[in-house]
Structure formats: C-alpha cells, structure tokens
C-alpha cells in the first residue's frame, strides 16, 4: 500500500489547513477503498461538483498507480496544473472544432475469450482481464484488476498512436452511462489510469486535440 501526507507549519495553527487536510485524508481512504459505501457515494457527489477535490482524486489514482514501484515523497510540481490545463484547453479547443476526428475503436482482443483447446483459466482470469482495442487513429489496450478485499476494480490503460503521434499529447475520460466518472491525463508512454471502480460497463474516451476514440462496453465484473 502507499501512503500520502500533507505538511503543514507546526508554528502556524490554520483551521483552514486543517481542514484541508482532513478533506485530503478522507480522499485518500475514498481512493484507496478504505470508506463505506454511503461514505463512497457522498464523496463521489461532492468530487462531481468540486474542481479542487477533482485534481486531488487525479493525482492520487496516478500516484497510486505507480507508488508500488517509485517512492514520492510529494506530488511533481504543478502537476494538478498542467492536468487541468490539458483537459481545459481539450475541452474548450473540442467545443469550437467542426474538424475533430471522432472514431469508435473496435474490441480485436478479449483475454476472457482466449482459453481455447478445452483450457479453462482459474484464479488470476477471475481478478484481471485485458482488452485490445483498435482503430485508424490507435489501438488502446485497456487491463481491468478487481481487488480480492472490496470488489472494486483498477483500471489501467495504454494508447498506441498508429500515425506516431505524441501518446502523451493524449487524455482519457471515464464515461458511466451518460455522466462523466473521472478524467485523466496519459503520460509520455500513453499510460493512464482510473481506479476504484464499481461493477458497471463504461465508456473510455481517448482525446487528443486532432481526435476523439471511442472504447464501448468496457465492463468492471462483480466476483462471485
């Protein structure tokens, strides 16, 4: 597991501050999967209607995503910035573009469809599962990891320019029916990821200011 903290001026008693940091510790349990579903669902609402809590929740998937194998003693910085100025500059130029290339990628690649020749997968194939998307614009593989403790599932992604444009110039949006879940913003490698998922089928949106790719029917399973 991996664990953030927040300093504060031990000369300095803000409530402000403190407050903050008790706003800040109750997200982390949200992404961690350390709260009750009541709980759940109240900080969901209030990350939906909260910019700051939304930048928060970001940077913490991502730093859960990668804390495993890198020890961050504090989020890069800026990095809450240039996030949500990517996805602002995103959204604002996907507004008031007619030429915005929208394609919907097709599933070439469904590991829970593989065990072939009478082999039947056990144990790992119940908790994880890979998708292959593909399309003109990339191919987007998309790995789904249900933790054992909490029924939530893990999502982490790649995108595969085909026309070697930057992976990195690409974000993601989460998409759970109608409403929007959560949006990131890949790195270098097209990596991105969204975690603490509820059963359901989503949609992913793989964005970049030329193109719009479309992943369907990307289902988070409940254990049995």
Not at 122 to 139: C, I, K, P
Request: net charge negative; with cysteine; charged share 25%.
């Amino acid at each position: 597991m991996y664990s953030v903290s927040r300093h504060t001026n031990a000369l300095e008693v803000d409530p402000v501050s403190k407050s903050e940091d008790k706003e800040f510790a109750r997200l982390v349990d949200w992404v961690e999967g350390r709260v009750s579903e009541r709980e759940a669902r109240i900080l969901e609402e209030q990350v939906a209607s909260d910019a700051t809590m939304q930048d928060n929740v970001t940077w913490l998937r991502a730093f859960a995503l990668i804390s495993e194998a890198t020890v961050i003693a504090s989020p890069p910085p800026k990095v809450r910035d240039i996030l949500v100025d990517r996805f602002e500059e995103y959204a604002a130029d996907k507004r008031r573009s007619g030429w915005l290339k929208r394609v919907v990628a097709a599933l070439s690649f469904d590991s829970d469809l593989q065990p072939a020749l009478g082999l039947r997968a056990t144990g790992a194939s119940e908790s994880q599962r890979q998708l292959v998307y593909s399309s003109e614009v990339a191919d987007v593989t998309i790995n789904l990891r249900t933790r054992p403790h909490d029924g939530l599932a893990d999502l982490y992604g790649q995108i595969f320019p085909v026309d070697g444009t930057d992976p990195g110039a690409f974000g993601a949006q989460l998409l759970n029916g109608a409403s929007e879940a959560a949006t990131t913003a890949a790195n270098e490698l097209g990596e991105f990821s969204f975690g603490a998922l509820p059963p359901g089928t989503y949609e992913v949106l793989a964005c970049s200011e030329q193109a719009e790719i479309r992943l369907t029917g990307v289902e988070v399973r409940r254990r049995t």
